[in-house]
């Protein structure tokens, strides 16, 4: 899935890791696992490659880097669970409603400003929970960019602030022993399915990825949700 559309590892990976590992090394498993698909796969795509626009991507990274230190400081200030609770409740109603909408909700405005503050929404996400994700990847299908640019982007911006993260992680000793094992065994799991995913990105019409982008991000929210409410029972 995320050779596919970009993104999404994180939430696929930890519906089936949360019930058998803890946070303390799943967190990073997810950095590192969405690090090395989107690193891969961003440099099989041509078509990505030739949208990427230093111009654009350069506010997301810059709102981004500000962002995660935020999170980070954040994370031991604040409800990790409600949080997380929230960000899926506002995909599971905003992302159909997109769907319904087809092209009615894109923005324009706003600028690079806008597109800044976004980054820095998702830096902070990154820092607090690795969601670095939903916000860049809801915000560039409300752009109305098309397909190759909008992966261009939050793939980019993605992997710079899963680097950022997982520079963080080694700095404050959070990847240990244990967690650097579980690395060197789901890498290879990951190279083969992450290349088949970009393989088959090039098959969907630019309608076909929106789509597939909603209903994904929807799927996140759900598992966000039922990931929190299970930590609740």
């Known amino acids: 899935m995320s050779g596919l559309s970009g993104f999404a590892f994180g939430v696929v990976s930890l519906s089936i890791w949360a019930w058998a590992i803890?946070?303390?090394?799943?967190?990073?498993?997810?950095?590192?696992g969405s690090l090395l698909g989107q690193a891969l796969t961003l440099g099989s795509l041509r078509t990505v490659r030739r949208s990427l626009d230093a111009s654009r991507l350069g506010p997301f990274i810059a709102g981004g880097l500000l962002g995660v230190p935020a999170g980070v400081l954040l994370l031991h200030h604040i409800d990790l669970r409600g949080f997380k609770l929230a960000v899926g409740l506002i995909l599971v109603l905003w992302c159909p409603a997109m769907l319904v909408a087809g092209?009615?909700?894109?923005v324009t405005a706003g600028g690079r400003w806008a597109d800044a503050a976004v980054g820095w929404v998702g830096g902070v996400m990154g820092g607090l929970g690795g969601l670095t994700g939903p916000a860049p990847v809801l915000w560039c299908t409300l752009r109305g960019w098309d397909r190759d640019a909008q992966r261009a982007v939050?793939?980019?911006?993605n992997i710079a602030m899963q680097i950022v993260i997982l520079a963080v992680?080694?700095?404050?000793?959070?990847?240990?022993?244990?967690?650097?094992?579980?690395?060197a065994i789901i890498a290879p799991a990951?190279?083969?399915?992450?290349l088949l995913g970009a393989h088959l990105y090039s098959r969907f019409s630019a309608a076909?990825?929106?789509?597939?982008?909603?209903?994904?991000?929807?799927?996140s929210?759900?598992?966000l949700i039922a990931s929190t409410l299970h930590h609740v029972r």
Not at 22 to 32: L, Q, R, T
Not at 154 to 157: A, G, H, I, L, M
């Open 221 to 223: 929210g759900a598992a």
């Open 103 to 106: 092209n009615a909700g894109r």
């Open 22 to 32: 803890g946070p303390a090394s799943a967190g990073p498993m997810v950095v590192f």
């Open 190 to 194: 990951i190279v083969l399915p992450a």
């Open 169 to 183: 992680y080694l700095g404050t000793g959070t990847i240990d022993g244990t967690t650097a094992r579980l690395f």
């Open 208 to 219: 076909a990825f929106r789509r597939l982008v909603l209903v994904l991000l929807t799927a």
């Open 154 to 157: 939050f793939s980019s911006f």
